[in-house]
Nanobody
Framework: QVQLVESGGGVVQPGWSLTLSCTTS????????MGWYRQAPERQRELVATTKIGGSTKYGASAKGRFTISIDQSKKAVLLQMNDLKHEDTAVYYC?????????WGRGLQVTVSA
């Protein structure tokens, strides 16, 4: 019912930028809290950023000042612009769509920052 199609991951060098995209439906982007989480090896899944049309935007501490989350209603997608990437940003990134107690997850997208 809730389909989340992630794209934009890959391997980049430190200091470079990358944009992740999570495409869904108009109903989802208009009504759900949309966001990105990530999980690195030996680490718990952590918040990167969330946003809601007509609502608030939140960033995790590691993302603040470097990453920007936005919703493109025309493309029915939530975007994550990541700048000044660091080795510590290497992780599997998961798109999320939530409403109330419900949480829907993408399959995950590998982002690797390496020289």
């Amino acid at each position: 019912q809730v389909q989340l199609v992630e794209s934009g991951g890959g391997v980049v060098q430190p200091g470079w930028s990358l944009t992740l995209s999570c495409t869904t439906s108009s109903d989802i982007v208009n009504l759900y809290v949309m966001g990105w989480y990530r999980q690195a090896p030996e680490r718990q899944r952590e918040l990167v950023a969330t946003t809601k049309i007509g609502g608030s935007t939140k960033y995790g501490a590691s993302a603040k000042g470097r990453f920007t989350i936005s919703i493109d209603q025309s493309k029915k997608a939530v975007l994550l612009q990541m700048n000044d990437l660091k080795h510590e940003d290497t992780a599997v990134y998961y798109c999320n769509a939530g409403r109330g107690f419900l949480r829907n997850w993408g399959r995950g997208l590998q982002v690797t920052v390496s020289a």
